[in-house]
């Protein structure tokens, strides 16, 4: 019996010792002491044997046990760190050198240009009071003409010529096309404002774009004037250029609002005395605005003898030009990163 011990003891020892995997030492361990292992075998039979017998193969099959436990435990040991080690060896890094592009160098994200002033322009109309309106930017001819008193064949749509779609509806021309979208909805007085994205049939230049962004203004009360008008008109550019600036009117024409008119201000580079921004003329061209035409009041289920108000359309492309010295419009919509990366 001891013999058999002592070969159990043996065969596990060289077992463990050539192997060498980490899988290995536990089929070892198996095989030798699991439950139909080689050792619990022996121990299983003691009670065949006599008292005396038993008592000395019981000690000597524990004491074996634990030197193959012992064995099988440093062997573990030893494997686990020699994997380590080999995955040390395969798998270094070279923690001096630069980091991968992708985790270089994390930048934020921030806002495009004309996202950064329309979101100023909003901040400054909400704070007295207008709300911000939003609308398709495909839209149906009836709000981006019809209702805003240009009917078909009328002269002014040559202006504003588009891109049009197979069922009849267009890429609005401009901003104005939510006024009406919005005054079937609310009731007077309002405010309402209303940025956005426009479209134009255009042959591009350095001046032109087929796409472009306006902010929409309306305001409509009791007794509204062309003060009202003036005012909020000199309240915004206070807020954008952050002193005080001076406008004036000049008459325009826009279907959808009697009397219409171009509104300048003073130009801020040259302080009205004539610089090349200005054209040498001491003002720059802003918006178009004026007092909302009968007509479009109608349109929207408001009664004109009862409401008046007034409207404005400006431009963002121009302005932010204006503000950073942009010398071609084209800039905003090339995607191209170094534009982006100066605001
Ligand atoms: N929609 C006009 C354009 O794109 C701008 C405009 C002019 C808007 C007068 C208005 C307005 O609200 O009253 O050229």
């Known amino acids: 019996m001891e013999e058999k011990l002592n070969k159990i003891k043996q065969e596990a020892i060289e077992l463990i010792n050539s192997s060498k995997l980490l899988d290995e030492i536990e089929e070892i361990r198996v095989k030798v002491l699991g439950?139909?292992?080689?050792?619990?075998?022996?121990?299983?039979?003691?009670?065949?044997?006599?008292?005396?017998?038993?008592?000395?193969?019981?000690?000597?099959?524990?004491?074996?046990?634990?030197i193959i436990e012992d064995a099988l435990d440093a062997k573990k040991e030893e494997l686990t760190k020699s994997g380590f080690s080999e995955i040390a060896s395969k798998e270094w890094i070279d923690v001096t050198l630069n980091p991968p592009v992708s985790t270089r160098e994390r930048k934020s994200g921030y806002l495009h240009p004309i996202s950064q002033t329309q979101y100023e322009i909003e901040d400054i109309l909400t704070s007295m009071g207008f709300q911000i309106l939003d609308g398709p930017e495909a839209e149906t001819e009836y709000y981006n003409f019809e209702a805003l008193n240009i009917p078909k064949f009328h002269p002014a749509r040559d202006m504003q010529d588009t891109f049009w779609t197979e069922d009849n509806n267009l890429l609005r021309t401009h901003t104005s096309a939510i006024q009406i979208r919005?005054?079937?909805?609310?009731?007077?007085?309002?405010?309402?404002?209303?940025?956005?994205?426009?479209?134009?049939?255009?042959?591009?230049?350095?001046?032109?774009?087929?796409?472009?962004y306006q902010v929409e203004g309306m305001m409509v009360g009791k007794d509204i004037s062309i003060s009202h008008l003036i005012y909020v008109m000199e309240e915004v550019l206070k807020g954008i250029f952050k002193k005080d600036v001076k406008v004036r009117l000049r008459p325009g024409y826009f279907p959808f609002v009697e009397p219409g008119f171009e509104l300048d201000f003073s130009c801020m580079i040259c302080?009205?005395?004539?610089?090349?921004?200005?054209?040498?003329?001491?003002?720059?061209?802003?918006?178009?605005?004026?007092l909302i035409h009968p007509n479009v009041l109608r349109a929207g289920g408001i009664d004109p003898d009862e409401w008046s108000g007034f409207a404005f359309g400006m431009g963002l492309n121009r302005l932010i030009m204006m503000q950073a010295g942009i010398n071609d419009i084209r800039h905003f919509m090339s995607g191209d990163i170094r534009f982006i990366h100066q605001f």
């Open 35 to 66: 439950r139909k292992g080689m050792l619990t075998d022996i121990l299983r039979s003691l009670g065949q044997l006599t008292p005396e017998l038993k008592n000395v193969v019981g000690k000597k099959s524990n004491e074996i046990k634990k």
């Open 182 to 212: 919005g005054i079937e909805k609310i009731k007077p007085p309002f405010r309402i404002m209303a940025p956005g994205r426009v479209f134009r049939y255009e042959a591009t230049d350095a001046s032109h774009e087929h796409t472009f």
């Open 271 to 290: 302080g009205g005395d004539g610089c090349r921004v200005c054209k040498q003329s001491g003002w720059i061209e802003f918006l178009g605005c004026g």
